[in-house]
């Protein structure tokens, strides 16, 4: 694991120092780590970003528990404008090392999701909190009180279609 393969915002944890009642977590990110995720994400800026996390060993490896939280500044896709919003989501996420990881999910399990890899005995709490700002954030963001609506030009009174039907019929 490496921060060129992790992005930004990195916060490794070893998984073997995990006790076994459990531990907890706290991640923020700084404005440097905040700017350069806001470029990844093509977004405006981003005030806030923190992860609060529960780690818990459990029999296939660790078990993730918490809330990303973030204040963002988005754009409209509508007007252009910016605005600002804030993004909630809850984490729960299981890590495994690879060798214990089936080769393939059993059959009889509809949604089977595989865990996430423990790399060299750590788990990433920062590329997980940037993954699940990711996840949160809306691809195409309204600003709170705008809609979009089509208007067909040949609806209206005035328009070049309008006038043009009008001396069809004459």
């Not at 754009?75 to 690879?98: H, K, N, P, Y």
Request: charged fraction near 25%; hydrophobic fraction near 35%.
């Amino acid at each position: 694991m490496t921060p060129e393969t992790v992005g930004p915002l990195s916060r490794p944890v070893d998984v073997m120092n995990i006790p076994p009642q459990g531990t907890e977590a706290h991640v923020v990110a700084t404005e440097e780590e905040r700017a350069a995720l806001a470029r990844d994400f093509g977004l405006p800026g981003i005030q806030a970003l923190s992860g609060d996390f529960k780690l818990t060993s459990s029999a296939k490896g660790i078990h993730v528990k918490g809330t990303v939280k973030a204040s963002v500044t988005q754009t409209c896709v509508v007007t252009l404008e910016q605005f600002d919003s804030d993004i909630e989501e809850e984490v729960e996420v299981d890590f495994a090392e690879s060798s214990g990881m089936p080769p393939e999910p059993p059959t009889e399990m509809h949604e089977y999701e595989p865990p996430d890899e423990i790399v060299n005995g750590q788990i990433d709490l920062g590329a997980l909190t940037s993954e699940f700002l990711a996840l949160g954030l809306d691809p195409y963001p309204r600003k709170p009180g705008v809609d979009f609506s089509y208007r067909d030009p040949a609806d209206e009174k005035d328009s070049p279609f309008a006038a043009l039907n009008r001396l069809k019929q004459k």
